[in-house]
């Protein structure tokens, strides 16, 4: 089906940058939305950032300001562009993409990459 693999995260200080790789792969016929997830420990699953297959962008109200998503569409990659990290920002950061592949609709992640923040 579709796999999705990211890569870009670490550990940073507060007030550092991190850039998030996430690259879809697959016989995929249509990509509609891809985006960004966070997870902490303890915490929910929530929305980060999601960009739309039109280049439409949605931010979580925390992250307004301070993160950049982007996406290549020739080459099914969204990135996610971090500045001014908040130890607040630490959790596993997993990637999204939902689409059309042989002719049904999918949604997948990716395997999740650890971002940390902290002195």
């Known amino acids: 089906q579709v796999q999705l693999v990211e890569s870009g995260g670490g550990l940073v200080q507060p007030g550092g940058s991190l850039r998030l790789s996430c690259v879809a792969s697959g016989n995929i016929f249509i990509m509609y939305s891809m985006g960004w997830y966070r997870q902490a420990p303890g915490k929910q699953r929530e929305l980060v950032a999601i960009i739309s297959s039109g280049g439409t962008t949605t931010y979580a109200d925390s992250v307004k300001g301070r993160f950049t998503i982007s996406r290549d569409n020739a080459k099914n990659t969204v990135h996610l562009q971090m500045n001014s990290l908040k130890p607040e920002d630490t959790a596993v950061y997993y990637c999204?993409?939902?689409?059309?592949?042989?002719?049904?609709?999918?949604?997948?992640w990716g395997q999740g990459t650890q971002v940390t923040v902290s002195s």
């Open positions: 999204n993409a939902e689409g059309v592949v042989s002719l049904k609709k999918f949604s997948s």
